[in-house]
């Protein structure tokens, strides 16, 4: 059932951050998917998700030293901060009582090493209200209105942070006094980002039940124990989908060693002995992984999936992509892929085609806004298959992505890669 205290995001722009040099998507539905063919900038969104939850984690000095500092991180050609900024409902299900807070973030750097710029929120009073600031800091230095609902009105407090390169809302919002600016750090930190791979699948781990799978899925067994342990109910719920979904699956667990590990092992129904994970296959155990992470319990607030079409059937995907929608309205999940048969499934309002212009940034067009779309879907079209025709206002989607379409559309093969502009810059 919906959960209706979760805050859900409805705006993402992203300014300066690698190819990403000016982006915005609006209007988020709680299922997005991000289509597009390799490098078209699909997984640097994912990472803008990771950088500013890494900020939150371990702090902006380690988030942006992974990621080569300004060098690497800063659009080619482009001066100025890297700037982030999100819109978003704490309680989305109250609209349109609930307001729109707008998270505004932009880090610079110096020869000491990267700081915080500019770091604001803001809201409107009522729904016709001017927005004003609640907090507002720049360089560590800066003002909040505390209390549950904070007014222009109210008095303005003043706050040093002990160095430029804090972030104000991580700081200020472990504490209960902010309690707007602390449900925001809640929201960042709850994140999921899914990097799973089969292989980590594998491991045996220690025994001990863990609440959440963790971003490569190497604590598969220990999350299955937990939910033998506490919601078993779940637990046979996650298993009888995915016997559905597999064939001859008979049942999958989690046992206990001698030596104080787990080992995952899955019994087919035609044989009388079950085998071990790192004989299984590799869809089994990802989807196995997904089902885990779509039927959390107590799903965190935003679920980000990377590329799930890796390692599963194409007949699995329409049916994952079911999964995911079921899954949103207990949470928001962001999705990337270039499978056409995961978007066959999708409504034209959930779907932005990403694609990279003359200049090589990363442009993005939400599929219900292009040209003919709509009807096509109103006369039994699926967006995949338009996508692979290159129907999309784009071009061919391997080809010519964002290239103005002919008028008389044709596929034309003739091109070398290299020809067109976009390819110089994949």
Known sequence: MPRASVPRLEELSVQNYRALRDLQLRHLTPMTVLLGPNGSGKSTIFDVFAFLAECFSVGLRKAWDRRGRFRELRSRGAE?????????????????????????????????????????????????????????????????????????????????????????????????????????????????????????????????????????GDNLPNVMQYLKEHHPERLAEILSVLARRVPHLEHVQANLMEDGRLLLQLKDAPFERPILARFASDGTLKLLAYLIVLYDPEPPPLIGIEEPENHLHPRLLPELSEEIRTASARTQLMVTTHSPFFVNTLRPEELWVLYRNEEGYTQARRAAEMRGIPAAIAQGGKLGQLWMEGAFELGDPLTASGQPKRRNFRLDTSPQRGDNPDDRHE
Not at 81 to 96: C, G, N, T
Not at 103 to 114: C, F
Not at 124 to 140: A, I
Request: glycine share 8%; hydrophobic share 35%.
């Open 80 to 216: 100025g901060p890297i700037v982030i900024e999100l819109k978003y409902r704490e309680r989305p299900d109250s609209m349109p009582e609930s307001r729109v807070i707008t998270y505004h973030l932009a880090i610079d750097e110096s020869v000491r090493g990267p700081f915080v710029a500019e770091e604001w929120l803001q809201w409107r009073r009522g729904q016709q209200g001017k927005p004003f600031r609640f907090l507002d800091f720049r360089h560590g230095v800066g003002q909040v209105i505390s209390g549950e609902a904070p007014d222009a009105s109210d008095e303005r407090i003043e706050e040093r942070l002990t160095s430029p390169e804090l972030l104000a809302v991580n700081t200020l919002g472990q504490f209960a006094s902010h309690p707007r600016v602390s449900a925001l750090r809640r929201f960042i930190t709850g994140w999921y980002l899914s990097y799973l791979t089969a292989e980590h699948t594998r491991t045996t781990p220690e025994a001990g039940p863990q609440e959440r799978l963790s971003a490569t």
